[in-house]
């Protein structure tokens, strides 16, 4: 009988990409307090320690894991607001890519980030505030478009950008919800036209 000790095989390497993908899915469907680690290993297929040495905490995963899907959900909108493209084409562009993206079949439903954390425990304050702050720079990102739309003289001097930006902001949050309870690509493009119709500016 062989009675050699056997070497402890090593923890299960992480490729960090493929990581990423599964765990902005799973913070996705589930949302931030709805996913446990050992919901993140087990769909991983690594130990914890895995995890953190890849990752580090479960918020800090969080983080790189919006930071992974919005590098790739928001780069064409965010393209459309700087490309010159008259304002009211990029605002359209920006509603129809948010339909179709939120609607798209092979992902999770919705906007990762529009939904995320809106209510939480008190721990998860640092969370929710990280969120929200990304919001908030979509919304900035908006009204400096529309700024620059009022000097070219698209919208009138005396717009309020902000209220704007913030409005629009607002119908993709809530076509973002009701993507996730099932409404489809027609009826969120109707959505966007009819957001569309209440533009204050010129239309090219």
């Known amino acids: 009988m062989d009675n050699t ?10 490729d960090r990409e493929t990581g990423l993908e ?4 799973l913070f996705w469907e589930r949302g931030y307090e709805g996913t446990s680690i ?3 290993t087990h769909a991983m ?11 580090g905490s479960k ?3 969080y983080q790189q894991a919006i930071d992974h899907i919005s590098e790739r959900e928001n780069k064409l909108w965010m393209q459309a607001l700087r490309d010159g493209r008259p304002a009211y084409e990029a605002i359209a562009f920006y509603l129809k890519d948010a339909a179709r993206r939120f609607t798209q079949s092979g992902r999770p439903r919705g906007c990762m980030v529009s939904n995320a954390v ?3 425990n008190e721990k998860n304050h640092d ?6 702050a ?3 720079r979509g919304v900035q990102l908006l009204k400096t478009r529309l700024d620059q739309a009022v000097q070219n003289g698209e919208l009138a001097e005396h717009a309020d950008t902000e209220a704007i930006a913030r409005f629009y902001a607002a119908v993709v949050q809530g076509m973002s919800a009701q993507a996730c309870d099932g409404a489809n690509l027609h009826t969120l493009n109707k959505l966007a036209d009819l957001a569309l119709s209440a533009w204050p500016g010129n239309v090219a």
Do not use: C, T
């Open 38 to 40: 050992a919901d993140l």
């Open 134 to 136: 990304r919001r908030a």
């Open 45 to 55: 297929g690594v130990p914890p320690p895995s995890l953190y040495a890849a990752f």
């Open 127 to 132: 969370v929710a505030h990280a969120v929200a």
């Open 59 to 61: 918020e800090e995963l």
């Open 5 to 14: 000790p056997r070497k402890r095989g090593r923890p299960r390497s992480l």
């Open 22 to 25: 599964i765990a902005a899915n």
């Open 118 to 120: 809106l209510q939480h």
